[in-house]
């Protein structure tokens, strides 16, 4: 073994091996993800309706609006997503999700039932999406592989509002007891932009899983909910619909598994060094070239010379030429530009002294890379060629 060869060798084992760069999603795929979700507080409510006036504590009259009768702070809650999509394998994905959010009930202010002292319930959303993505890849901007994949999306769809026994105790003079209590649900018009980072977990063996952080804004417009205000002995006194626009803010840990994904190619192994080696001990040499060139550099020149004159002094019998290629280029394309090389390095040999019977010249092109990248990656140690005294 040469002294560069086992140079080589040893800055391949110290590599991350186990890592592989963000790849394009490709194919069909599923995802899942959960995470603490705020309401963003104070939420208002209007009321509409012919009994606005009475809730409000005004006189009825004719079918009015009244705005911001009321508002709600709801503390930290959680929310979940399942989706199923399919990735185009050029960064763009489209899903269809389905979402659940829960936050409980921390204060109730209005409602002409100020102060209101106690509070309790929950409000719950559900729903259905559909989504946009697209997934950057650094690795475009020249600056190589990328193990960290950033990704932003948008989606609309139909979420339901629940109102689950929802009630604020009023304790105010002359209205001590007296309840405001929502139970009910309704659906409409929701939309969300989503930011998020996903890094492949390839070192588990496993390709296509993938773990991501996203941030999701969620806002449900026009949700039109019953309310009710109850005496001390629990009579309805009045009833409207509130119209309540929502938005949520959610931080999420999730998986994603690309269905179908090829498996990685293997990372490269160094050989191990012969433990006793003999006068036909097989000698390798490696000549690097320049970025989509087969021409020799001067220290090309001076490794094959060093190539030529051993193969004399211990009488190796057959000369094994072969030219490699990094994965800047399509694969037809290597597959020339390695053979042009392996061909260089011949005439070399035969300008050298070598018997041109004695060569025998072979080609791989990117398939046998010293280094595993990504497909487009220019890598110098792969464009090379072996020589291989036997």
Known sequence: MTIRKALLAATMLTLPAAVASAQPVSGPYIGVGAGANWVNNPEKFDITGRTAREIAGLPASADVRFNDVGKANYELGWGAVLSLGWGFGNGLRAEVEGNFRENEVDSIRGFNLAPIARTGGF???YGVMGNAFYDFDPGFLGIGPSYVQPYVGVGAGYVWTDFHNIRGVSGAPGNVGT????????????FQGIAGLAVPFTWLGIPGLTSTIEYRFMGILGADLQVSSLSAGNRTLQSAKLDVDKYNHSVMLGVR??????APAPAPVAPAPAVAPAPQTARTYLVFFDFNRADLT???????GEAAQNS????????????????????????????RRAEAVASELVARGVNRGEIGVSAYGESRPLVQTADGVREPQNRRVEIVLR
């Open 123 to 125: 409000q719950r959303t």
């Open 298 to 304: 001067g220290r090309a020149r001076e490794i094959i």
């Open 312 to 339: 004399r002094r211990v009488g190796a019998t057959r000369i094994e030429v072969a030219g490699h290629a990094d994965r800047s280029g399509s694969p037809q394309y290597n597959q020339r530009l390695s053979q």
């Open 179 to 190: 309840q405001l209590y929502a139970n009910d649900t309704d659906g409409s018009f929701a």
């Open 257 to 262: 598994y690309a269905l179908f994904q090829p």
